[in-house]
């Protein structure tokens, strides 16, 4: 009869085990201790975060989108909702869709706009600016603007004049991912997509790095045009004799360099408006750097997924006490598992030793 006992209360034990494991993975619980197990992986922290995501969430995101007049971003956001079975109004969908030349007239547009001016206004404005700067015009530019106000006592952005400097000390148009890096950085400051925490250190960096006597004293001798937007033979001419390494002085390889490269990464796999996002996060090159892991696993729809996600995209935050409990859950789960093996393997023992006896 104790025999029976055991080997029920044995039985009992296991179809428990089986029955909590199978629970467990049929819940959302399975998801969490994905998370739990990759807790420190960006994309994992994403993973799990847009999964929890309500269909309404995406809605909500898509409308935003498509008010902001960001096709790009509402497809990419159609794409992520899809990825976690959420379904979306057909007609919400249509609304994303545009053709070829529509698509194709807006960017050009933009993109033209944005290499004339230098203003980042749309995602597509953003190429047309770092084109400029990537054959030199846009930084020459910039330091034109600035360096007006600078010599005149005028207010000027001392960052954008800091970072169009050091592009034109290192720039050799065509080559190079470090000049690509000082004009997202540049950019973003003057689309006012940087972080207080980027913004402040790289106003400190690039005070160090620029010598503004230097600067002025290279200015006075020179004839800058007075145009807001002055012409780039013009702008050329005007700083032809300007040594810029003697002007942009310092280590470029120190944490500036660092922060133009995690930039130029980001752009490569996930786009330039993912950069910008990213530039607007990151409060130093730490969580720069983390955001750049997330771009590598989520390519061109990580700009979409900072977009309705944000810092929360890299951030444990309030979900760190759910990866701790489900830790300690199946941390439970597995002692109780060996346990019961081990308390079925001794009673089996017993068993058979006893029969061994008898016979």
């Not at 959302?28 to 994403?46: G, M, R, Y």
């Not at 600078?150 to 001392?158: H, V």
């Not at 020179?222 to 700083?239: C, D, G, I, N, Q």
């Not at 810029?244 to 980001?266: N, P, Y």
Request: hydrophobic share 45%; net charge positive; proline share 1%.
């Amino acid at each position: 009869m104790f025999r029976i006992v055991c080997l029920g209360r044995r039985a009992i034990g296991g179809v428990v085990l089986i029955a909590t494991l199978v629970a467990f993975f049929s819940s959302n619980q399975f998801a969490a201790l994905e998370l739990a197990v990759n807790f420190w992986d960006p994309f994992a922290i994403s993973q799990y975060r847009l999964g929890r995501l309500s269909t309404d969430d995406y809605e909500a995101s898509i409308e935003q989108a498509l008010k902001d007049g960001d096709i790009s971003e509402a497809q990419s956001l159609v794409v992520l909702a899809h990825d976690n079975r959420r379904e979306l109004p057909a007609d919400l969908v249509e609304r994303t869709k545009e053709s070829r030349f529509e698509f194709g007239l807006r960017n050009s547009k933009d993109f033209l706009e944005g290499a004339i001016t230098g203003e980042v206004t749309t995602s597509a404005s953003i190429g047309g600016v770092l084109a400029a700067d990537y054959v030199g015009v846009g930084d020459v530019r910039d330091a034109v603007i600035q360096g007006n106000h600078l010599i005149q006592g005028k207010d000027y952005n001392k960052l954008t004049l800091g970072l169009s400097l050091l592009g034109l000390a290192t720039n050799v148009p065509g080559t190079g991912a470090i000049d690509m890096g000082f004009s997202l950085l540049k950019n973003a400051n003057k689309a006012g997509k940087l972080s207080g925490g980027l913004l402040k250190r790289l106003g400190d960096i690039s005070a160090r790095l620029v010598d503004l006597e230097g600067l002025k004293r290279g200015l006075s001798r020179t004839s800058l045009p007075t145009l807001k937007v002055p012409s780039a033979s013009a702008a050329r001419e005007a700083l032809s004799e300007i040594d810029w390494h003697r002007v942009a002085k310092g280590d470029f390889s120190g944490e500036v360099g660092f922060l133009a490269s995690s930039a130029t990464e980001i752009a490569s796999t996930g786009g330039i408006q993912a950069t910008f996002r990213a530039l607007e996060y990151a409060d130093d090159a730490k969580e720069l750097s983390r955001f750049r892991s997330l771009a590598r696993r989520m390519g061109e729809k990580t700009s979409a997924v900072l977009k309705v996600l944000g810092k929360g995209a890299i951030k444990l935050g309030e979900l760190v006490y759910l990866v701790v409990s489900i830790l300690i859950a199946a941390i439970g789960w597995l002692a109780g598992a060996l346990w019961f093996v081990f308390s079925l393997v001794r009673t089996s023992s017993s068993l058979v030793k006893r029969k061994e006896a008898i016979t």
